[in-house]
């Protein structure tokens, strides 16, 4: 089973500035990578998968990189809709499909 | 618009069962893989099960598999979840998702229902 990692798990930010979110997994993805926002009493969305490739409808300031075993989620400037939690999630090797534990993105 | 819509969640004593429902709307129910997955309260998301489109494929978490059933009607444009044997720790939310790929291969959930929670207790 591969066991992703997120980092850190909670972080602080001011609105306006840059968020930048790590996760890594205990063996290769490939860019087999997706990326969910989560609200409180909300269900998950999907934010990037492939690593970098913006699901539909997700603004451009929310971008993806990284390949192998490290990965990044950056928000570029922070909107008051965009404190939630996010997950990473591999789908390169499963059964089982594995999520990291998520850092909470909270108002600084 | 894609939409889904879980049913079927409660309170059950540990050893029970429950079935759970997904409603689907907006797409071609039976072109896409779908999945369950759960969230236990105050915890991270865990990946449950996948159903091939034409269910002949079922795929589980080691945690479940023996007790936990995936299976779909594409009739009636609907996944299923039979949990039975259910213990304390698989209390939660369950959601149903839409596998994005229709091949399967890349399990990225691209839709989510908002979830139905069960609850496991005596």
């Known amino acids: 089973e591969i066991v992703m990692t997120q980092s850190p798990a909670t972080l602080s930010v001011s609105p306006g500035e840059r968020a930048t979110l790590s996760c890594r997994a205990s063996?290769?993805?490939?860019?087999?990578l997706a990326w969910y926002q989560q609200k409180p009493g909300q269900a998950p969305r999907l934010l990037i998968y492939g690593a970098s490739t913006r699901a539909t409808g997700i603004p451009a300031r929310f971008s993806g990189s990284g390949s192998g075993t490290e990965f990044t989620l950056t928000i570029s400037s922070l909107q008051s809709e965009d404190f939630a939690v996010y997950y990473c999630?591999?789908?390169?090797?499963?059964?089982?499909?594995?999520f990291g534990q998520g850092t909470k993105v909270e108002i600084k | 618009e894609v939409q889904l819509v879980e049913s079927g969640g409660g309170l059950v004593q540990p050893g029970g069962s429950l079935r759970l429902s997904c409603a689907a709307s907006?797409?071609?129910?039976?072109?896409?893989?779908m999945s369950w997955v759960r969230q236990a309260p105050g915890k991270g998301l865990e990946w449950v099960a996948n159903i091939k489109q034409d269910g002949s494929e079922k795929y589980y978490v080691d945690s479940v598999k023996g007790r936990f059933t995936i299976s779909r009607d594409n009739a009636k444009n609907s996944l299923y979840l039979q949990m039975n044997s259910l213990r304390a720790e698989d209390t939660a939310v369950y959601y149903c998702a839409r596998v994005r790929d229709s091949s399967g291969y890349y399990s990225i959930f691209d839709y989510w229902g908002q979830g139905t929670l069960v609850t496991v207790s005596s």
């Open positions: 063996q290769s993805v490939s860019s087999n």
């Open positions: 907006g797409f071609t129910f039976s072109s896409y893989w």
């Open positions: 999630q591999q789908y390169n090797n499963w059964p089982p499909v594995t």
